[in-house]
């Protein structure tokens, strides 16, 4: 039953810990790479994130259900220790776009994972497009399937705040997806750049 693991983590049981880490490492791990496009980085915020936990398990509140959007909110702040600039990010997810490789003609299955990296690439780029709060919204209620009044909790603002953070997500990757964002800062996409984006804005439409 989470509420007893709720009370079991909140008390300091280690054993409580152990458990949190089985249920929740795989979803802290992916958020983590979602939110800094480097799979290194994502692995230390995943090991601050249980660390912060434990130092702080008292703020966990007594009553609630999974205790899953807790550990993603402190993985979201954990993140933004880790990215220093949003110019950094860029450049990580660019350099996963521009990966070449060479592959025999009768492995369709190596060319299918890398299919699978190319568009999972696509997206993280489109992702480092928006800004942080934006994409930090986008990657909570869409990857992680969090509702509004979760994703709040999470990220400790107001549910209109997640809404109007989702609802400029959403038109940032039209603009992607129409090629209309063409700012010094923001060039032209590439193909790759509006596939992912186009696949972000299938499923945050949902």
């Not at 299955?109 to 994409?135: F, K, M, N, T, Y």
Request: one cysteine or more.
């Amino acid at each position: 039953m989470e509420s007893s693991l709720r009370a079991r983590v909140r008390a300091g049981d280690p054993t409580a810990f152990a458990e949190l880490f089985d249920r929740y490492a795989r979803s802290v791990y992916n958020h983590a790479f979602r939110l800094t496009a480097d799979w290194a980085t994502a692995e230390d915020v995943m090991a601050a994130t249980y660390l912060q936990a434990w130092r702080s398990r008292e703020r966990a509140s007594q009553e609630g259900g999974s205790l899953r959007p807790w550990l993603l909110g402190i993985a979201t702040n954990e993140a933004r220790n880790h990215v220093r600039s949003n110019r950094r990010y860029r450049a990580v997810a660019a350099a996963l776009l521009a990966r070449e490789a060479v592959l025999p003609d009768h492995a369709d299955e190596v060319v299918g994972r890398l299919d699978d990296g190319h568009r999972i690439a696509a997206a993280i780029e489109a992702l480092s497009r928006l800004r942080r709060p934006e994409r930090e919204v986008l990657t909570l209620c869409l990857w992680e399937g969090l509702d509004y009044e979760s994703a709040a909790r999470a990220l400790g603002v107001p549910v209109g705040t997640v809404r109007s953070r989702l609802s400029r997500a959403r038109a940032r990757l039209r603009q992607l997806v129409d090629g209309t964002e063409r700012t010094p800062r923001n060039p032209p996409p590439t193909a790759a750049v509006r596939d992912g984006a186009v696949a972000l804005a299938r499923e945050v439409n949902r």
